[in-house]
């Protein structure tokens, strides 16, 4: 299994441009998370998919944030227009549910710089 | 209050060290409690869940304090290998059942 897939690996833009970060989940898992990470607030949820529905996005931080999943093997988080202050690791995930049993596997991340 | 708090550390410990870390949640209604690990500029990967009744995984052990909300992992005969963060996460009740993450804890194994 290659795993949680996600491109591009490093991201660097001018505060303004659009980011379009993608992800492709581990075939037959049904939920799909989109985390952010950054050194003052560490690993955020902003929003969460099961069976390509957005069940909560309450992480989202504003508008300029927007994520979908047209079907099940690929989602897409956007930032327009992208600021410096959205510079992070942005990290997606998936897993087959949401029982304790039911790991979350993460992807390697796409660093993004916005200068 | 954050829900999940981790002292950042860093540790730095000689090899063949036992190391602990705790993690303090404030939701009482936590459920599920997992720690993580995190290699520099890699992804989360589970470590191992943590039970009520506590647990082992070779040289690893988690333990889980309900009454006084905090969770711990303990490292024995750490290895230079074990340099890494360590991240607590739980589940809060509801229907929302997501991860919630501490900031981690640094830990440095030294020859």
């Known amino acids: 299994d290659a795993g949680v897939i996600q491109s591009p690996r490093h991201e660097v833009t001018e505060m303004g441009q659009e980011v379009t970060l993608r992800c492709k989940p581990i075939?037959?898992?049904?939920?799909l998370f989109w985390y952010r990470q950054t050194m003052m607030r560490g690993l955020e949820l902003l929003i969460y998919f099961n069976n390509n529905v957005p069940i909560d996005d309450s992480g989202m931080p504003e508008d300029r944030f927007s994520a979908k999943m047209p079907n099940a093997s690929f989602s897409t988080l956007k930032i327009q227009p992208s600021e410096p202050r959205d510079s992070a690791v942005y990290f997606c995930a998936s897993s087959r549910g949401l029982a304790k049993s039911d790991e979350q596997f993460f992807g390697p991340g796409t660093r993004l710089t916005v200068l | 209050r954050k829900e999940v708090e981790q002292d950042p550390g860093p540790f730095n410990v000689p090899e063949g060290a036992t190391v602990a870390f705790n993690c303090t949640y404030s939701n009482s209604a936590s459920q599920s409690f997992f720690w993580y690990r995190q290699d520099c500029r890699k992804e989360p990967k589970l470590l191992m869940s943590v039970y009520s009744s506590g647990n082992e995984d070779g040289r690893f052990t988690a333990q889980l304090n309900r009454a006084s909300q905090y969770i711990s992992l303990l490292i024995r005969d750490s290895k230079l290998s074990d340099s890494a963060t360590y991240l607590c996460?739980?589940?809060?009740?509801?229907?929302?059942?997501?991860?919630?993450f501490g900031s981690g804890t640094q830990l440095t194994v030294l020859p």
């Open positions: 996460a739980l589940i809060s009740s509801g229907s929302a059942r997501q991860l919630t």
């Open positions: 075939s037959g898992h049904d939920y």
